[in-house]
Antibody, heavy 122, light 106 residues
Framework: EVQLVESGGGLVQPGRSLRLSCAAS????????MHWVRQAPGKGLEWVSG????????GYADSVKGRFTISRDNAKNSLYLQMNSLRAEDTALYYC???????????????WGQGTLVTVSS | EIVMTQSPATLSVSPGERATLSCRAS??????LAWYQQKPGQAPRLLIY???TRATGIPARFSGSGSGTEFTLTISSLQSEDFAVYYC????????FGGGTKVEIK
């Protein structure tokens, strides 16, 4: 059974940093792209960042480019999101999601964690 | 920059009726379109990818169609568990979600 468990969320002041982690199990982690998707309270879904299986391809939403860094450790079956210079508008539930296996569909998210809440406020 | 527009924002449907949800891309995304369902307090669930391919375990009452800029998700006969918010997502470029359609009980 695929499991994705996020951690690292919390209350942080504007301008500070936070590092999110996602522990993966139930599948061969280093075979798949991984993603972070966020959802502000009462709002829709926003893709934040994605990383290919070997970290060779990385992308970011314009809203976080230059402030957030995605990474993965295949030996530890873990995905990370380093978030710097946090803003109030970064307040959201952050989901870790697994990329689909189908050819050409690595940017489709077929399994999701339950999310970790990040609140940016003074 | 691609913009994904879903309509309507809210759809009121009676159980057993057909629901038709629309998603429009501001430029062609070929067939690189996925649909997700999200219920309150839950993570999204993948329904459709490749515009029309059902994900594993998704009931046949869910179907997707379209290509280019116009896409449709059809739920043939709404069950009680289908009342939720539905999002489309293009993946022709880095992912981008539409704003969602809430399907509510009429």
């Amino acid at each position: 059974e695929v499991q994705l468990v996020e951690s690292g969320g919390g209350l942080v002041q504007p301008g500070r940093s936070l590092r999110l982690s996602c522990a993966a199990s139930g599948f061969t982690f280093d075979d798949y792209a991984m993603h972070w998707v966020r959802q502000a309270p009462g709002k829709g879904l926003e893709w934040v960042s994605g990383i290919s299986w070997n970290s060779g391809s990385i992308g970011y939403a314009d809203s976080v480019k230059g402030r957030f860094t995605i990474s993965r450790d295949n030996a530890k079956n873990s995905l990370y999101l380093q978030m710097n210079s946090l803003r109030a508008e970064d307040t959201a539930l952050y989901y870790c999601a697994k990329g689909h296996a189908a050819v050409g569909a690595t940017l489709v998210m077929d399994y999701w964690g339950q999310g970790t809440l990040v609140t940016v406020s003074s | 920059e691609i913009v994904m527009t879903q309509s309507p924002a809210t759809l009121s449907v009676s159980p057993g009726e057909r629901a038709t949800l629309s998603c429009r891309a501001s430029q062609s995304v070929s067939s690189n379109l996925a649909w997700y369902q999200q219920k309150p307090g839950q993570a999204p669930r993948l329904l459709i990818y490749g515009a029309s391919t059902r994900a594993t375990g998704i009931p046949a009452r869910f179907s997707g169609s379209g290509s280019g800029t116009e896409f449709t998700l059809t739920i043939s006969s709404l069950q009680s568990e289908d009342f939720a918010v539905y999002y489309c997502q293009q993946y022709n470029n880095w992912p981008l979600f539409g704003g969602g359609t809430k399907v509510e009980i009429k």
